[in-house]
């Protein structure tokens, strides 16, 4: 379900969703070609290759040319990318693949983050009250009648009325984030290593980040080793100080979008067994997440 709303979120209802067998079989053996395993590695070449040639086939069939060019149906951030890459000194086969690469990592760190979100929910009893009772007290504001709920369109998710639940998925994107990335430096700098010596960073210069590093330093937010489910409410750390998809131009977005999908998870998730409970009027069914827990 996942693999379907982000293709669809970031390409449009027109993606190539039944590459889902191809990106879940690369996916479980990418370890095996990174490490050059050979035989083993097999099925996920092979698996690989043809989730970036349907990707590309994709992407081909709906690039319009009219002006700059754009993707249609994509959302701007995957055009720009897409864009970027035709101005650079890469070849007809290298854009396919790392634009395949791109969708790869993309659509693993949501699956990934999913899984986290939900675990948390389900053995959190408190955090998954309080998400409850602020999605429930929107619906019953603005949504009383429980027929109206599939008619609510997604975009009400990004208002303000769920301070919670968007500092919830903040904060399991900081707990879990455990990979880096590289940027290039804009500008000469001089930071300090754990002995306080000076390492002087040149404009132009490849760095890598540790997110994770940055995720668990008590600089930036207070008892870090500590999972918080209202840390990024306001009043708490800046909802900046998370990194997981960077902060450029094109990752800002990318955690937009992460967090839309995300959100209508939790959302249909938890407003589908309202009604469920209220279809039944089991008692089985109430305000924690015990019975949930049981029947997983």
């Known amino acids: 379900m996942m693999y379907n709303t982000s293709s669809t979120a970031f390409f449009g209802t027109d993606s190539p969703l039944d590459t889902y067998e191809d990106f879940k079989t690369f996916d479980r053996g990418s370890a095996l070609i990174v490490r ?46 897409y864009r970027e890459l035709n101005k650079a000194d890469l070849t007809s086969e290298e854009i396919p693949r790392l634009m395949g690469l791109i969708i790869w990592t993309i659509h693993t760190n949501v699956l990934a983050l999913t899984t986290w979100v939900m675990c948390h929910l389900l053995v959190d009893r408190d955090t998954y009250t309080s998400v409850c009772q602020e999605i429930r007290a929107f619906v019953d504001e603005k949504f009383p009648h429980i027929g109206d709920i599939a008619k609510i369109d997604p975009r009400v998710l990004e208002g303000d009325d769920f301070p919670l639940l968007n500092s919830f998925i903040r904060e399991v994107i900081r707990t879990k984030t455990s990979f880096g990335t590289t940027r290039i430096a804009t500008r000469d700098t001089v930071i300090r290593d754990e002995r306080d010596k000076a390492i002087l960073i040149h404009k132009g ?56 999908a995300l959100k209508n998870l939790i959302w249909g998730s938890l407003v589908s067994r309202e009604k469920l409970c209220q279809f039944r009027h089991s008692s089985v069914c109430h305000s924690d997440s015990s019975a949930v827990r049981h029947s997983c």
């Open 205 to 260: 210069e490849t760095v890598f980040v540790n997110y994770q590093g940055m995720h668990s330093s008590p600089e930036l937010h207070s008892e870090p080793e500590v999972f918080k489910a209202d840390r990024f409410v306001e009043g708490g750390s800046s909802s900046y100080n998370s990194y997981t998809f960077g902060m450029g131009k094109h990752a800002v977005r990318i955690l937009v979008l992460c967090m839309h």
């Open 36 to 81: 050059h395993l050979g035989i083993f590695a097999r099925s996920a070449t092979a698996a690989r290759d043809a989730l970036y040639a349907a990707w590309n086939r994709h992407i081909i069939k709906h690039w319009v040319s009219e002006g700059d060019g754009y993707l249609e149906g994509a959302v701007d951030v995957m055009t720009n990318i």
